[in-house]
Protein backbone atom coordinates (compact mmCIF):
# COMPACT_ATOMS: atom_id res chain seq x y z
CA UNK A 1 0.00 0.00 0.00
CA UNK A 2 1.50 3.54 -0.66
CA UNK A 3 2.11 6.17 1.63
CA UNK A 4 -0.75 9.16 2.06
CA UNK A 5 -0.67 12.16 0.14
CA UNK A 6 -1.82 14.58 2.05
CA UNK A 7 -3.98 17.45 -0.15
CA UNK A 8 -4.50 19.61 2.69
CA UNK A 9 -0.50 20.13 1.58
CA UNK A 10 -0.83 20.93 -1.69
CA UNK A 11 1.78 19.57 -4.31
CA UNK A 12 6.13 19.49 -3.53
CA UNK A 13 6.77 22.52 -5.27
CA UNK A 14 10.46 23.01 -6.76
CA UNK A 15 12.17 25.46 -3.96
CA UNK A 16 13.23 29.12 -5.61
CA UNK A 17 16.74 29.60 -3.85
CA UNK A 18 16.01 27.57 -0.60
CA UNK A 19 12.72 29.84 0.02
CA UNK A 20 9.16 28.35 0.50
CA UNK A 21 7.31 28.62 -1.88
CA UNK A 22 4.09 26.39 -1.13
CA UNK A 23 0.31 27.60 -2.11
CA UNK A 24 -1.54 28.93 0.56
CA UNK A 25 -4.97 27.99 -0.05
CA UNK A 26 -7.44 31.01 0.23
CA UNK A 27 -10.67 29.06 0.27
CA UNK A 28 -9.70 26.64 3.01
CA UNK A 29 -12.37 24.22 1.27
CA UNK A 30 -11.44 21.02 3.81
CA UNK A 31 -11.97 23.01 6.61
CA UNK A 32 -15.68 21.96 6.68
CA UNK A 33 -17.71 19.41 8.67
CA UNK A 34 -17.41 16.35 7.80
CA UNK A 35 -20.83 14.90 7.98
CA UNK A 36 -24.11 17.34 7.86
CA UNK A 37 -26.71 17.22 10.66
CA UNK A 38 -26.67 16.40 14.00
CA UNK A 39 -23.10 15.26 15.56
CA UNK A 40 -22.51 13.57 18.51
CA UNK A 41 -20.91 15.18 20.58
CA UNK A 42 -22.49 18.33 20.19
CA UNK A 43 -21.86 21.35 23.27
CA UNK A 44 -18.47 20.02 23.73
CA UNK A 45 -15.37 22.39 22.28
CA UNK A 46 -12.80 19.87 21.11
CA UNK A 47 -9.27 21.16 20.04
CA UNK A 48 -6.54 19.29 18.48
CA UNK A 49 -2.78 21.25 18.57
CA UNK A 50 -0.64 19.55 16.49
CA UNK A 51 2.25 21.99 16.52
CA UNK A 52 4.85 20.66 19.11
CA UNK A 53 3.59 18.18 21.23
CA UNK A 54 0.11 16.96 19.65
CA UNK A 55 -2.94 17.86 22.62
CA UNK A 56 -6.05 17.67 22.53
CA UNK A 57 -8.37 19.90 24.49
CA UNK A 58 -12.29 19.25 25.81
CA UNK A 59 -14.13 22.54 26.98
CA UNK A 60 -10.69 23.91 28.21
CA UNK A 61 -9.32 20.72 29.73
CA UNK A 62 -6.45 19.15 28.32
CA UNK A 63 -6.88 15.50 27.98
CA UNK A 64 -4.01 13.86 29.98
CA UNK A 65 -1.34 12.10 27.59
CA UNK A 66 -1.85 8.70 29.28
CA UNK A 67 -5.37 8.63 27.98
CA UNK A 68 -4.53 7.45 24.94
CA UNK A 69 -1.73 5.01 24.05
CA UNK A 70 0.81 5.76 20.52
CA UNK A 71 -1.32 4.66 18.39
CA UNK A 72 -4.43 6.08 19.30
CA UNK A 73 -2.53 9.47 19.17
CA UNK A 74 -0.91 8.92 16.11
CA UNK A 75 -4.81 8.35 14.61
CA UNK A 76 -5.55 11.65 15.89
CA UNK A 77 -2.54 12.93 14.40
CA UNK A 78 -3.27 11.57 10.72
CA UNK A 79 -7.14 12.64 10.68
CA UNK A 80 -6.62 16.07 11.91
CA UNK A 81 -4.13 16.18 9.54
CA UNK A 82 -7.16 15.22 6.72
CA UNK A 83 -9.54 16.68 8.93
CA UNK A 84 -12.65 17.05 6.70
CA UNK A 85 -11.95 14.38 4.68
CA UNK A 86 -12.47 10.63 5.04
CA UNK A 87 -9.48 8.43 5.51
CA UNK A 88 -9.80 4.74 4.57
CA UNK A 89 -8.90 1.90 7.03
CA UNK A 90 -6.42 0.72 4.54
CA UNK A 91 -4.76 3.87 4.87
CA UNK A 92 -5.01 4.59 8.08
CA UNK A 93 -3.22 1.25 8.88
CA UNK A 94 -0.84 1.68 6.48
CA UNK A 95 0.63 4.55 7.90
CA UNK A 96 0.42 3.19 11.61
CA UNK A 97 2.28 -0.10 11.16
CA UNK A 98 4.46 1.54 8.45
CA UNK A 99 3.18 -0.58 5.48
CA UNK A 100 2.82 -3.81 7.17
CA UNK A 101 -0.50 -3.88 9.32
CA UNK A 102 -1.48 -7.30 11.17
CA UNK A 103 -4.16 -9.76 9.66
CA UNK A 104 -6.70 -8.11 12.07
CA UNK A 105 -5.75 -4.76 11.65
CA UNK A 106 -9.70 -3.68 10.67
CA UNK A 107 -10.95 -5.06 14.38
CA UNK A 108 -8.14 -3.22 15.80
CA UNK A 109 -8.56 0.02 14.39
CA UNK A 110 -12.07 0.32 14.95
CA UNK A 111 -10.81 -0.65 18.93
CA UNK A 112 -8.52 1.97 18.96
CA UNK A 113 -11.12 4.58 17.35
CA UNK A 114 -13.40 3.66 20.27
CA UNK A 115 -11.06 4.54 22.81
CA UNK A 116 -10.45 7.93 21.10
CA UNK A 117 -13.81 8.54 20.97
CA UNK A 118 -14.73 7.57 24.55
CA UNK A 119 -12.10 10.18 25.75
CA UNK A 120 -12.68 12.97 23.86
CA UNK A 121 -16.32 12.82 24.97
CA UNK A 122 -17.36 11.66 21.54
CA UNK A 123 -20.66 9.63 20.07
CA UNK A 124 -19.95 6.72 17.69
CA UNK A 125 -21.16 5.92 13.85
CA UNK A 126 -21.82 8.54 11.02
CA UNK A 127 -23.09 11.40 12.94
CA UNK A 128 -20.26 11.99 15.37
CA UNK A 129 -17.89 14.46 14.99
CA UNK A 130 -15.05 11.67 14.50
CA UNK A 131 -17.33 9.69 12.55
CA UNK A 132 -17.82 6.24 10.35
CA UNK A 133 -17.67 6.08 7.27
CA UNK A 134 -18.61 3.37 4.56
CA UNK A 135 -14.22 2.40 4.24
CA UNK A 136 -12.61 4.60 7.60
CA UNK A 137 -13.37 7.37 9.63
CA UNK A 138 -13.60 11.48 9.51
CA UNK A 139 -12.60 14.08 11.39
CA UNK A 140 -15.28 16.80 11.62
CA UNK A 141 -14.39 20.56 12.10
CA UNK A 142 -16.39 23.40 12.46
CA UNK A 143 -17.75 25.48 15.60
CA UNK A 144 -17.28 22.53 17.26
CA UNK A 145 -13.74 21.05 16.49
CA UNK A 146 -10.87 22.57 15.95
CA UNK A 147 -7.27 22.25 14.65
CA UNK A 148 -4.40 24.37 15.18
CA UNK A 149 -2.33 23.56 12.00
CA UNK A 150 -6.29 24.58 10.10
CA UNK A 151 -6.19 28.19 12.07
CA UNK A 152 -2.45 28.96 10.83
CA UNK A 153 -3.48 28.18 7.06
CA UNK A 154 -6.31 30.21 7.04
CA UNK A 155 -4.84 33.25 9.35
CA UNK A 156 -2.27 33.09 6.69
CA UNK A 157 -4.42 33.04 3.48
CA UNK A 158 -6.31 35.82 5.53
CA UNK A 159 -2.74 37.75 5.77
CA UNK A 160 -2.06 37.14 2.30
CA UNK A 161 -4.84 39.16 1.16
CA UNK A 162 -5.05 41.48 3.63
CA UNK A 163 -2.77 45.00 3.44
CA UNK A 164 -0.71 47.56 5.43
CA UNK A 165 -1.20 46.90 9.42
CA UNK A 166 -3.90 44.23 9.00
CA UNK A 167 -1.70 42.00 7.41
CA UNK A 168 1.06 42.31 9.53
CA UNK A 169 -1.05 41.82 12.68
CA UNK A 170 -2.92 38.91 11.45
CA UNK A 171 0.47 37.30 9.94
CA UNK A 172 1.39 37.97 13.92
CA UNK A 173 -1.77 36.34 15.36
CA UNK A 174 -1.10 33.10 12.58
CA UNK A 175 2.24 32.71 14.23
CA UNK A 176 0.99 32.35 18.14
CA UNK A 177 -0.52 29.31 16.85
CA UNK A 178 3.34 28.07 16.17
CA UNK A 179 3.95 26.60 19.53
CA UNK A 180 7.17 24.58 17.69
CA UNK A 181 7.64 21.90 15.38
CA UNK A 182 4.86 20.43 13.77
CA UNK A 183 4.20 16.42 15.00
CA UNK A 184 6.88 17.34 17.38
CA UNK A 185 6.72 14.06 18.57
CA UNK A 186 6.54 11.67 15.49
CA UNK A 187 10.08 12.59 14.11
CA UNK A 188 10.71 9.70 11.64
CA UNK A 189 7.42 8.34 10.28
CA UNK A 190 7.46 9.47 6.78
CA UNK A 191 3.81 10.94 7.14
CA UNK A 192 4.57 13.31 9.66
CA UNK A 193 8.12 14.30 8.29
CA UNK A 194 6.54 15.11 4.73
CA UNK A 195 3.49 17.32 6.53
CA UNK A 196 6.77 19.06 8.60
CA UNK A 197 8.64 19.64 5.23
CA UNK A 198 5.49 21.39 3.79
CA UNK A 199 3.92 23.20 6.66
CA UNK A 200 8.18 24.80 6.91
CA UNK A 201 7.70 26.10 3.49
CA UNK A 202 4.32 27.25 4.29
CA UNK A 203 5.93 28.81 7.87
CA UNK A 204 8.55 30.64 5.74
CA UNK A 205 5.70 32.35 2.68
CA UNK A 206 3.92 33.41 5.45
CA UNK A 207 7.04 35.07 7.67
CA UNK A 208 8.56 36.53 4.56
CA UNK A 209 5.42 37.94 3.50
CA UNK A 210 5.04 39.57 7.17
CA UNK A 211 8.43 41.06 6.81
CA UNK A 212 7.73 42.31 3.62
CA UNK A 213 4.66 43.89 4.95
CA UNK A 214 6.58 45.37 8.28
CA UNK A 215 9.35 46.28 6.25
CA UNK A 216 7.04 48.72 3.82
CA UNK A 217 5.53 50.30 7.36
CA UNK A 218 8.77 50.92 9.09
CA UNK A 219 8.12 48.29 11.38
CA UNK A 220 11.83 46.91 11.39
CA UNK A 221 11.82 45.12 14.86
CA UNK A 222 8.64 42.96 13.74
CA UNK A 223 10.02 42.72 10.41
CA UNK A 224 13.55 41.28 11.65
CA UNK A 225 11.53 38.46 13.91
CA UNK A 226 9.33 37.47 11.14
CA UNK A 227 12.59 37.32 8.45
CA UNK A 228 14.55 35.62 11.58
CA UNK A 229 11.69 33.08 11.54
CA UNK A 230 11.64 32.01 7.60
CA UNK A 231 15.71 31.73 7.91
CA UNK A 232 15.53 29.53 10.82
CA UNK A 233 13.61 27.10 8.82
CA UNK A 234 14.98 27.66 5.33
CA UNK A 235 18.79 29.01 6.26
CA UNK A 236 19.33 29.72 2.09
CA UNK A 237 16.11 31.84 1.50
CA UNK A 238 17.37 35.05 0.02
CA UNK A 239 14.26 36.65 0.10
CA UNK A 240 14.30 36.13 3.71
CA UNK A 241 17.76 37.39 4.05
CA UNK A 242 17.59 40.31 2.45
CA UNK A 243 14.33 41.27 4.17
CA UNK A 244 16.68 40.59 7.51
CA UNK A 245 19.42 42.80 6.19
CA UNK A 246 16.67 45.33 5.27
CA UNK A 247 15.39 44.99 9.10
CA UNK A 248 18.73 45.90 10.45
CA UNK A 249 19.90 48.55 7.48
CA UNK A 250 16.46 50.66 8.10
CA UNK A 251 17.04 50.58 12.12
CA UNK A 252 20.16 51.57 11.84
CA UNK A 253 22.09 48.87 12.57
CA UNK A 254 24.32 48.94 9.65
CA UNK A 255 26.36 46.29 10.66
CA UNK A 256 24.38 43.58 11.62
CA UNK A 257 22.88 44.09 7.97
CA UNK A 258 26.51 43.33 6.80
CA UNK A 259 27.01 40.76 8.89
CA UNK A 260 23.32 39.05 7.87
CA UNK A 261 24.66 39.14 4.67
CA UNK A 262 28.20 36.89 5.93
CA UNK A 263 25.98 34.42 7.53
CA UNK A 264 24.01 34.19 4.02
CA UNK A 265 26.86 33.19 2.41
CA UNK A 266 28.38 31.02 4.83
CA UNK A 267 24.89 29.24 4.28
CA UNK A 268 25.01 29.01 1.13
CA UNK A 269 28.29 27.60 0.60
CA UNK A 270 27.81 25.06 2.80
CA UNK A 271 24.37 24.07 1.43
CA UNK A 272 24.08 24.67 -1.80
CA UNK A 273 28.08 25.47 -2.92
CA UNK A 274 26.93 28.44 -4.66
CA UNK A 275 27.17 32.32 -3.70
CA UNK A 276 24.08 35.01 -3.11
CA UNK A 277 22.73 36.25 -6.25
CA UNK A 278 23.38 39.34 -7.77
CA UNK A 279 19.87 41.06 -6.53
CA UNK A 280 21.60 40.16 -2.69
CA UNK A 281 24.86 41.29 -3.39
CA UNK A 282 23.86 44.81 -4.46
CA UNK A 283 21.82 45.30 -1.93
CA UNK A 284 25.10 44.63 0.30
CA UNK A 285 26.98 46.69 -1.54
CA UNK A 286 24.40 49.57 -0.72
CA UNK A 287 24.64 49.44 2.10
CA UNK A 288 28.03 48.94 2.61
CA UNK A 289 28.06 52.26 0.85
CA UNK A 290 25.84 54.06 2.88
CA UNK A 291 27.84 52.58 5.86
CA UNK A 292 30.99 54.11 4.22
CA UNK A 293 29.46 57.42 3.90
CA UNK A 294 27.60 57.13 7.04
CA UNK A 295 31.13 57.06 8.52
CA UNK A 296 32.78 59.79 6.56
CA UNK A 297 30.11 61.82 8.22
CA UNK A 298 30.43 61.28 11.43
CA UNK A 299 34.28 61.32 11.19
CA UNK A 300 33.62 65.33 9.19
CA UNK A 301 30.87 66.32 12.08
CA UNK A 302 34.36 65.71 14.71
CA UNK A 303 36.48 67.54 12.87
CA UNK A 304 34.24 70.68 12.87
CA UNK A 305 33.56 69.98 16.48
CA UNK A 306 37.30 69.81 17.23
CA UNK A 307 37.85 72.70 15.71
CA UNK A 308 34.79 74.67 17.17
CA UNK A 309 36.57 74.11 20.44
CA UNK A 310 39.90 74.67 19.64
CA UNK A 311 38.58 78.62 18.38
CA UNK A 312 36.59 78.85 21.54
CA UNK A 313 39.90 77.83 23.78
CA UNK A 314 42.54 80.16 21.71
CA UNK A 315 39.75 83.16 22.38
CA UNK A 316 39.37 82.03 26.17
CA UNK A 317 43.09 82.20 26.27
CA UNK A 318 43.33 85.69 24.93
CA UNK A 319 41.20 87.43 26.95
CA UNK A 320 43.09 86.03 30.01
CA UNK A 321 45.76 88.69 31.36
CA UNK A 322 49.04 87.96 30.51
CA UNK A 323 48.16 84.89 28.84
CA UNK A 324 48.98 84.70 24.80
CA UNK A 325 47.47 82.21 22.55
CA UNK A 326 50.34 80.33 20.81
CA UNK A 327 49.79 79.96 17.19
CA UNK A 328 50.40 76.09 16.94
CA UNK A 329 46.81 74.18 17.86
CA UNK A 330 49.07 71.56 19.28
CA UNK A 331 50.31 73.64 22.42
CA UNK A 332 46.72 75.05 23.41
CA UNK A 333 46.35 72.82 25.46
CA UNK A 334 49.86 73.16 27.56
CA UNK A 335 49.11 77.06 27.80
CA UNK A 336 45.87 76.41 29.43
CA UNK A 337 47.46 74.16 31.78
CA UNK A 338 50.07 76.84 32.59
CA UNK A 339 47.10 79.67 32.78
CA UNK A 340 44.64 77.09 34.81
CA UNK A 341 47.96 76.55 37.34
CA UNK A 342 48.56 80.31 37.54
CA UNK A 343 45.35 81.16 38.22
CA UNK A 344 45.09 78.43 40.85
Not at 61 to 80: C, D, G, T, Y
Not at 224 to 243: H, M, N, T, Y
Not at 253 to 272: C, D, I, K
Request: with cysteine.
Amino acid sequence: MAHADYSIFGDDAPHSRGCGNAALSTTMASVRMGASGHHKGRGRMIEIKLFGQTSAVVNGQEVPASSLSAKQRRILEILALNAGSPVTKERLADLLWEGSPPASYVGTLDSYVCVLRRTLGLGAGRSSLLATTPVGYVLAIGDEVSVDLWQFQALAAEAADACGEQAVATTQAALQLVRGELLADVLYADWAVRAREVSDRMLVEVCLKGAQRANALGKSATAERFARLAVEKDVVCEDAWRQLMLAHWFSGRRGRALAAYGELRAAMAEQVGDEPSSETYQLYLTILRDASEADARHLDDERAELTTLLRLLRQALDCMPGVRAPARDAALSEVAMRALAGAA
